[in-house]
């Protein structure tokens, strides 16, 4: 007989594959056992940005050993089409190629090496063209993927005219590369009339199925698509993944042989799509005391050379460049330029990270003309009691917990006191300077596109006791499948070892939406409590007429079934329940589903509600910068981060902590570098730096905000994780600006855009020394 219930909800529970992970035995896609006649493919791809395809010979490969099949944009049978939302997004180049990696032809051979020689062996003809490959030359050649989009509210106009102050500027931040473990791959293995098996390294499992059936010219329902696990993704596996099982598809349907694509680390950087570039242009008003009246800014997005995500992330980003504050003349305006370089996708903050900089960077300049501090002009700007608490695009924030959250970090990082020394430091150091930063957090949790705000999920009990839980979720590392665990576990308050996670598959829960935008607890742990909740409910209702009691009389707890008053009532062990309602014929399987209520959004009009809550958090950090190198050392970083009542507060954590060293890889060390010719030449660890455990601060606190939980209806009060903490990472830019602005007293605002490289804090040191004229 099992202890007493210890495993549900809001418990520290380790992640499910956590020993698995750490003995190396955890499956993934590369580890499935090869069929017989497995083909491997590789890929061809474009040598130049921009060009006319005149013509792609692959007899060469042909004869190549090992060689069995080519497959070019001619000889797909279905669409030529990989687009995640819109439409006429070529998974082979067909006539025109739009940038340097783009796939022209895929070669499948009896081995990897076979298929990687083969590929040297295909001749393109290309007629090079004009290439657009910034944000400044899609400007200026109005090169756009989509309609602007712009958030408005108030009249900025007027506003800007009869503001005291006024201040025009500009600011860049770079993409990133995802940089998962584990590499795009897929196979796939054909079965009979024309059905297809494809495990894939993917986010959106239903997505995959799309496209592979798109690809083969099929029904959904030949297409199975399966995964257990992925060794990261970061949303860089949400639509970029389906373009490879297509592939594993396209051939597995030719040949009649399971096949398989493994993408080389050089080559999945170089064909896959990034986090955005982003290009900020803003005008501000305010009075002297440095309360902002209007903003009117330009964000302007690197989608690459088709659309992809970009219009989702730039609705994120426009409704996301308020963050904290309260801007009662607010006109945001996004655009997607097209430019010739690999179509940029789904990244964890989707937009949002981007977003928050703009206010930061103004909150800054701000306080930097008037001759105070920024923490002075953010909590005379924060949305609460002084000022409206609804956003330019019309939510109210019903749960503002931006005061409590600063206060909370303010009092762990020992704010003031830390501040006094390190000007103090200052005043004494003229080649290391300190900088102490602070940044604020407010972030919509939920899809935009309401339809993506739905869940499935599939629940067994088997007559011993043991369930069996299946869902649309995927798990990346990020710890989802325990918490969902948990979630069923505590409905029939049953020891979650009692619960066998199961690979996350098309065949068992249809239409999936991805695992993205920190959703997946919330809308799959829903899912799963209803489908839990059916059948405890059926349980129950046997076991009251069972027992000639009320079913108020029965109660689920500590692994057993509590049958009648306290004192007089009947225990029985939960398998033992359950084995009486097979005996009876009683139904123990059960689907749930979960569509999110109180959303609304009108894309049109850039108005609603798109987000069913917000979450909170704010970060502190200290930095060190050696302004004769421009190296950054963050020497310390305190992290409050809103999760509600949270599920699993150990999987919280690690989330919390991941998430900020992520964030600060994409501020101060990943450089994305194209060449003039539009090749990206940082394809590797050893050209693209991710941030490494010397990276991480010495002094690194993170804490879950005490007393939030969640006032919507979510799953057990709790929040989603996922994305919140990369955004936290922007305190390291606004400690790096401090520390620069040291050398001139703070006196001037410092320009910084992201990636702080030694390069770009080098430039921002030489300009404040010649802002403020200062020796050296």
């Known amino acids: 007989m099992r202890g007493s219930f210890r495993t549900g909800v809001n418990t520290a529970q380790p992640h499910d594959s956590a020993r698995k992970h750490v003995a190396g035995a955890a499956l993934y896609v590369d580890d499935i056992p090869e069929p017989p006649g497995m083909l491997h493919a590789a890929l061809v791809l474009s040598p130049v940005a921009h060009g006319r395809l005149r013509g792609v010979d692959t007899s060469r490969a042909l004869r190549a050993p090992g060689v069995v099949s080519v497959i070019t944009a001619a000889d797909i049978p279905g669409k030529n089409d990989i687009a995640p939302i819109a439409a006429n997004e070529p998974l082979f180049a067909a006539d025109v190629v739009q940038y340097a990696g783009q796939p022209v032809a895929a070669i499948a051979a009896d081995t990897r090496d076979q298929a990687l020689a083969a590929v040297k062996l295909v001749t393109l003809d290309i007629e090079p063209l004009p290439a657009i490959l910034t944000i400044a030359q899609a400007l200026e050649a109005n090169s756009f993927l989509c309609p602007a989009q712009t958030v408005i509210c108030g009249d900025v106009n007027d506003a800007l005219a009869k503001a005291e102050r006024r201040i025009k500027g500009e600011l860049t931040a770079g993409g990133q590369e995802h940089f998962y473990l584990e590499g795009q791959v897929a196979i796939a293995i054909p079965g009979e009339d024309d059905a297809f098996l494809v495990h894939c390294a993917t986010q959106h499992p239903s997505e995959v199925q799309t496209i592979c059936a798109r690809l083969l010219g099929l029904e959904l329902n030949r297409i199975t698509s399966i995964v257990r696990r992925l060794g990261g993704g970061f949303g860089g596996k949400e639509s970029n993944a389906s373009w490879f099982a297509g592939i594993a598809a396209l051939f597995a349907q030719r040949t009649g042989r399971p096949a398989k694509i493994r993408l080389p680390r050089d080559i999945d950087m170089v064909t896959t799509g990034k986090r955005h570039g982003f290009l900020m242009r803003y005008e501000v008003g305010f009075d002297s005391a440095g309360r902002i009246s209007a903003l009117d800014a330009l964000m302007a997005a690197n989608g690459g050379c088709t659309l992809d995500h970009t219009a989702a992330v730039l609705t994120r980003a426009v409704t996301h460049a308020d963050n904290c504050y309260c801007i009662e003349n607010y006109r945001v305006t996004g655009v997607a330029c097209k430019t010739h370089t690999v179509s940029n996708t789904a990244f964890r903050g989707y937009g949002g990270p981007q977003g928050v900089l703009l206010m930061e960077e103004v909150v800054e300049r701000v306080a930097r003309l008037l001759g105070k501090t920024p923490e002075a002009i953010r909590a005379l700007n924060y949305y609460g009691d002084a000022t409206s608490n609804v956003t330019p695009y019309g939510q109210t924030l019903k749960d503002n917990l931006i005061a409590h959250s600063v206060a909370q970090v303010m009092t762990d990082s020992n704010w003031d006191e830390r501040r006094r020394s390190i000007d103090a430091f ?181 108005r609603g509600s798109p987000f069913f809550y917000f979450s909170y958090g704010a970060a502190t950090a200290e930095v060190a910068v050696d302004t004769l190198t421009g190296e950054i050392r963050v020497l310390r970083a305190d992290l409050v981060q809103d999760c509600g009542r949270p599920l699993n507060p150990l999987v919280d954590l690690g989330q919390i902590e991941g998430g900020f060293v992520q964030g600060l890889g994409w501020l101060v060390h990943e450089e994305l570098w194209w060449d003039n010719a539009g090749k990206l030449r940082t394809i590797g660890p050893s050209t693209y730096k991710i941030p490494g455990s010397r990276d991480v601060p010495a002094a690194f606190n993170v804490r879950i905000l005490e007393n939030a939980p969640a006032r919507a209806a979510t799953v057990y009060a709790s929040k989603g994780i996922g994305e919140p903490p990369v955004h936290l990472a922007t305190a390291v830019w606004t400690a790096c600006k401090d520390a620069i602005g040291s050398i001139a007293d703070h006196k001037f605002a410092v320009r910084l855009d992201p990636p702080m490289t030694p390069e770009r804090v080098l430039f921002a040191v030489q300009e404040i020394k010649q802002q403020g004229d200062v020796g050296g």
Request: charged share 20%; hydrophobic share 40%.
């Open 426 to 606: 200052n005043r004494e150091n003229s080649i290391v300077k300190r900088g102490f930063g602070l940044f604020p957090l407010k972030y919509g949790i939920s899809f935009t596109k309401a339809h993506l705000n739905q869940a499935g999920a599939l629940v067994h009990v088997y007559r011993d006791g043991s369930i069996r839980l299946n869902h649309g979720g995927t798990e990346m590392g990020q710890g989802l499948f325990i918490k969902v665990a948990q979630v069923v576990a505590e409905v029939f308050n049953v020891d979650v070892e009692r619960i066998a996670i199961t690979p996350t598959s098309t065949g068992e829960v249809p239409n999936t939406s991805p695992t993205a935008g920190s959703t997946g607890s919330d809308l799959n742990g829903w899912a799963a409590y209803e489908a839990a909740s059916t059948i405890k409910e059926r349980m129950t209702d046997f076991a009251a007429e069972k027992f000639k009691v009320a079913a108020t009389d029965i109660a689920f707890r500590d692994n057993h079934v509590h049958i009648g008053l306290p004192g007089s009532n009947t225990v029985l062990e939960f398998g033992e329940l359950a084995l009486q309602c097979w005996m009876n014929r009683v139904s123990l399987s059960a689907t749930g589903f979960y569509k999110t209520p109180d959303i609304n959004w009108d894309g049109t009009k850039m």
